[in-house]
């Protein structure tokens, strides 16, 4: 499996934008696909997650309300639609993905295939 994240940019306070993973590879059905994000001079963080084949989508409570993840099968593309963008939320955005279970999809370490990051910028 290998992922390729785009879509990052910069934008004003307020707005939007989205990102996308494309996924390419075989047997990625089984595994839980994820956006982590990286501020500078911060940890890489848990952003939201999805399980490919459906059931399960959980988010940061940083990002609840205004982010949403989603997958289109056809494109084999997991985006992360970004509203109401905060200074805050300035970051190098990661897609990544791994057979996780439950108790550990916000944990980094639990995912061991990753995408190269898109830089999101909000500025005020």
């Known amino acids: 499996v290998q992922l390729q994240a785009s879509g990052g940019g910069l934008v004003q306070v307020g707005g939007s934008l989205r990102l996308s993973c494309a996924v390419s590879?075989?047997?990625?059905?089984?595994?839980?696909m994820v956006w982590f994000r990286q501020a500078p001079g911060k940890e890489r963080e848990f952003v939201a997650a999805?399980?490919?084949?459906?059931?399960?989508?959980s988010y940061a409570d940083s990002v609840k309300g205004r982010f949403t993840i989603s997958r289109d099968f056809p494109k084999n593309t997991v985006y992360l639609q970004m509203n109401r963008l905060e200074l805050d939320d300035t970051a190098v955005y990661y897609c990544?993905?791994?057979?996780?279970?439950?108790?550990?999809?916000?944990?980094?370490?639990?995912?061991?295939?990753w995408g190269q990051g898109t830089l999101v910028t909000v500025s005020s």
């Open positions: 990544a993905a791994g057979r996780v279970i439950l108790s550990t999809i916000q944990t980094r370490n639990a995912y061991n295939i």
């Open positions: 590879g075989r047997a990625f059905s089984s595994y839980v």
């Open positions: 999805t399980r490919w084949s459906g059931g399960m989508i």
